[in-house]
């Protein structure tokens, strides 16, 4: 039974001591950079939104996979994901292009919620995503700020 405590007690130290030699990272800085309309299907509303990462730290992020979440003025707008790998250098910046889908009824609300101004000008949104990293390497982000939508594309694949 002592051994067995011994060996719990060494995992244990080891787990921890693996856990402070972890670099303590920055956040990444994330700007959306620009909202473009796709071709639509159906009841769909497609944009590509590019958002600007820039990594702050001494260290590459490699990321196999990007995942989006927009609200625009606190409501749930657009979701999306890309299976899009690469890389940030250390004290670097890329642009990433992500696809995201609205739904009908998102649209529905927002044109509802937007009814008194007319305008789909100078919004306020949040932006949440990550870059997926494997198991300890996925970061995730929030941008804020306030954005403008531009018209849909029409037609269809």
Known sequence: MRSLHAIFLSTL??????????PNNDPLNINVVGI???QSQDMEVRFAVKIRVQNPNGTNINYNGV????????QPFASGVSNESGFV???????LTVPVS???FSVLRQTYGLSQMQTFHNMPYVLRGKLAGGLFGTRRFVDSGQVSIPGPMTGSR
């Open 36 to 38: 473009q309309p796709m």
């Open 13 to 22: 130290l080891l787990a921890l001591g693996a856990c402070a030699t972890y």
């Open 102 to 104: 609205v739904s009908a």
């Open 89 to 95: 250098g250390r004290y670097s910046e890329a642009v």
């Open 67 to 74: 995942a989006l979440d927009l609200d625009i003025n606190g």
